[in-house]
């Protein structure tokens, strides 16, 4: 799918929701942006053939653009426009070494989008919402009102654990204390601070959070130092009352010790928007699994096309991006 020709060209590695709107932002400024037909993640090598005629490429969080990638880019590539938060998908390292920038698309939308589906998980789970539906959906009537079976458990006045108090984990932390009268405890590499002072929030021990918190959510940025964060020692220090939720990054947790403890009915639920196929084998019904949609909605959506046409013409016609994620003119970036 190819959109007005113009001499700088762009390619667009799987369509978003608003192409044609992203298509016409960068056709004021001369650009022309191509895609695929296809809703599936891009292919290596349809990524590689579009590479040639391309002065940019958008990427989606899906796309592993690595070492080996962006070695075989074309000089002509200068900017990867990651279309999501996060950036792990990219070697950021190896694109700066052949002198090409790198950006993302941390909106405000995006980061309260993700901050509300996380505060819908705990809500879920804690209320048996995807139990209590797999179960009536199996059935023709209601099941037998009886008081032997797994109940709920409160959300008011308990212990939210934020693992990860950044721009979202700080969201959910606010929406959690005000709205619940959660206490807020959390785990970071830096203190925040300002939540402390806002909410009461104390910092703890990764392990400590993992004991006495009633809610744990995960919200940390992926890196060598987070890999697998929460262990499985972190899992089986967790309560048994305990509702967990990830909407970061699948690898930030022992994912085979979580499922092993939530299918031995060990945890109150757990809810997930980032996984592996690991999670085929989960047996327990209070899961929610959301397929990495937790900042899908219209207005996130549109935001973040807004900042990746920005981001785009920021390169190609003004040089100087709206949010870049790495230097490539030697000056150090914040």
Request: include cysteine; hydrophobic fraction near 45%; charged fraction near 20%.
């Amino acid at each position: 799918m190819r959109f007005k020709e113009s001499d700088m060209q762009v390619f667009l590695s799987r369509p978003l929701f608003n192409t044609p709107h992203l298509s016409a932002r960068l056709a004021e400024k001369g650009i022309t942006l191509t895609t695929t037909e296809s809703n599936d993640i891009c292919s290596l090598e349809t990524l590689l053939e579009h590479a040639k005629d391309a002065d940019a490429l958008i990427t989606h969080t899906e796309d592993a653009i690595t070492a080996e990638v962006i070695a075989a880019l074309p000089e002509r590539v200068k900017l990867i426009a990651n279309y999501g938060i996060g950036f792990s998908n990219i070697d950021v390292d190896a694109a700066t070494a052949k002198g090409i920038q790198v950006t993302n698309t941390p909106t405000e939308e995006a980061f309260h989008a993700t901050a509300e589906a996380t505060v819908a998980l705990i809500v879920s789970i804690a209320r048996q919402v995807p139990a209590l539906n797999t179960e009536r959906r199996a059935m023709k009537t209601d099941p037998a009102p009886s008081f032997q079976r797994p109940t709920a458990v409160s959300i008011r006045n308990k212990v939210t654990g934020v693992i990860g108090l950044g721009r979202i984990g700080s969201r959910v932390a606010t929406m959690m204390h005000h709205g619940f009268n959660n206490k807020i405890v959390y785990f970071d590499l830096f203190q925040n601070s300002d939540m402390e002072t806002a909410l009461g929030a104390e910092k703890v021990a990764l392990d400590t959070l993992c004991k006495t918190a009633d809610f744990i959510c995960v919200n940390m940025p992926l890196s060598a130092d987070t890999h697998h964060l929460v262990s499985a020692e972190m899992i089986d220090a967790m309560q048994d009352h305990t509702v967990f939720i990830n909407t970061a990054r699948a690898e930030l947790v022992d994912e085979e010790a979580l499922i092993a403890r939530v299918n031995k009915g060990e945890l109150h639920g757990v809810g997930l928007d980032v996984y592996t196929d690991l999670v085929n084998d989960i047996t327990a019904e209070n899961v929610a699994l959301t397929s990495h949609f937790a900042n899908f909605e219209k207005e996130a959506y549109l935001a973040m096309t807004n900042l990746v046409a920005d981001n785009v013409i920021g390169v190609l016609v003004d040089a100087a991006p709206a949010t870049a994620v790495n230097s490539v003119s030697g000056e150090p970036h914040d």
